[in-house]
């Protein structure tokens, strides 16, 4: 399956989909790097908001004015990595760092939105929202059914001047408007939600550099997320987890970590350890099916010490 996905709980939305062996679609910004090497200067986060005339600079240059945010220049893990807001130039001289930059703190609505390019011209768009929570965290994405227009046309220009010669699929995260990264991959968290059709649409773009995806039956859809505390092994019962995958209103569930690896080999936001995502067309189905993962995750310790005393594993 030319479709890379190295998330095997996300694997589930590419079985069954036809794609030539010898085309190649990434769904992670590692390999997205190595697959285009005329166009990934965009994972440098200096030149993105060089391109935007956006006032930045690396660490070791002290910002004019405060707050300012900070993060990584090259971040292809995801998750907010190493990412903060810097309020004085005394809190940057203490925590300043090599291989970060730092640039405007913005306002505004934040947007994750995938777009469809051929030659870096735009042809179809798709944004979604998120209510975040501290640290890095999300509670919930909106998978919006409307266009954000002043949003397209902006990044829209920034795409056709800077991604010529690049087809295939874009993720671009913006703030009031301003493009923060840009990946050369689509979100592959909530691809189930963008309709029938979608994904053949996907693979005719990376095969012969068209797309033809109609898009007629849009509607609002979700993707709400639980997160755990860092620290602990958890388990959690496949098959119940399947009973609930059925239930209504639901589209999918991914458990959203590798049991069997040291736990810090995950990418994950300061706040928390992501355990589990719900993809939903009822908000109010989503998160009652979280609130039932969360009652179905046991830690591995847990789980010894019911061994032990003979308690009842299951949650």
Known sequence: MPIIEKDP????????????????????????YRLFPAHRWVYNKLLVCETQ???????????????VFSKPIYNLRGMGTGGRVIASAHEYERVQAPGHLWMPLLGGEHLSSDVAVVDGAPLWWRHTTGV???????????????????????????????LRGYSGLVNLETIGGTIIECHLRFADQWVDLYGDGWLESLVALYVGGRWGFRDEARRPAYSVVLFGRHGVRYRID???????RRSPGVSSIQITFHQDRPLETHAMPPG????????CWDLAAGLLVRERLGMLFR????????LETGSPEGA
């Open 9 to 32: 709980w996300r694997a589930q939305y590419f079985v069954g989909v036809a794609c030539p062996e010898d085309v190649v679609i990434p769904t992670d910004d590692e390999e997205a």
């Open 53 to 67: 005339g956006l006032v930045h600079g690396p660490h070791g240059i002290v910002p004019r004015r405060f707050p």
């Open 132 to 162: 975040a929570l501290d640290d890095g965290m999300f509670d919930y994405w909106t998978l919006l059914a409307e266009p954000r227009t002043a949003v397209e046309t902006y990044c829209g220009a920034w795409l056709s001047r800077h």
């Open 238 to 244: 496949a098959d119940r987890v399947d009973e609930l």
């Open 272 to 279: 928390g350890f992501r355990l589990a995502i719900v993809n």
């Open 299 to 306: 830690s591995a310790a847990s789980l010894a010490r019911g």
